[in-house]
């Protein structure tokens, strides 16, 4: 199996959304003082089902008074693609060395769409740590080392990546700070 297969099944085991474990608008010591404040539906869609949408709770915090929402981990920011899709289809470009073209005509998707998860994923693979590796991996290493992770490491490292910046994806950077004051 393949680490990108296996990626995918990881994150298919995952369950709903995730309940935050801190405010991303506080520091990271702060007890928890947020409240839930209703949920927005959005796009999840996988082969089975391309339009189907899921409810993503919404939060509120008390101090700043504004709301945050925590995605699920198989949801990407401003990416309507599962974070397995696009895993699997970044392994196939970037680690098995597949053509663009070929990958858009075997999944139907866009060259335009491919062309630009990779680009997202290089410009934010620097910014992304494995356990216990202290440095920036190349994204055949980065890709390859998360299909060897296990289903539990890959789910910690999700969450983790998601509470340090909740808009900090593996596709893309979407950050509220400057990009130098993201932890690694």
């Not at 949920?39 to 993503?56: C, F, L, M, N, T």
């Not at 390859?144 to 910690?156: D, M, T, Y």
């Amino acid at each position: 199996m393949t680490p990108a297969l296996f990626l995918l099944q990881a994150l298919r085991l995952l369950g709903p959304c995730p309940a935050p474990t801190r405010c991303p608008y506080c520091p990271a010591h702060t007890r928890p003082h947020w409240i839930g404040w209703g949920y927005y539906e959005r796009y999840a869609g996988d082969r089975e089902q391309p339009s189907r949408k899921v409810a993503v709770p919404r939060y509120r915090c008390k101090i700043v008074g504004r709301t945050f929402s925590l995605l699920p981990h198989p949801l990407l920011p401003y990416c309507s693609i599962r974070t397995g899709l696009v895993l699997e289809w970044l392994h196939a470009l970037l680690v098995e060395g597949q053509p663009l073209s070929r990958l858009a005509g075997r999944t139907g998707v866009a060259r335009g769409t491919l062309r630009g998860l990779q680009a997202r994923f290089r410009r934010t693979r620097p910014h992304l740590r494995l356990p216990k590796r202290p440095g920036a991996l190349s994204c055949a290493g980065l890709l390859n080392g998360l299909g060897h992770l296990g289903p539990e490491a890959i789910v910690a490292l999700f969450q983790g990546w998601k509470e340090r910046e909740p808009k900090h994806s593996v596709v893309g950077l979407h950050s509220r700070a400057p990009l130098s004051t993201i932890p690694s």
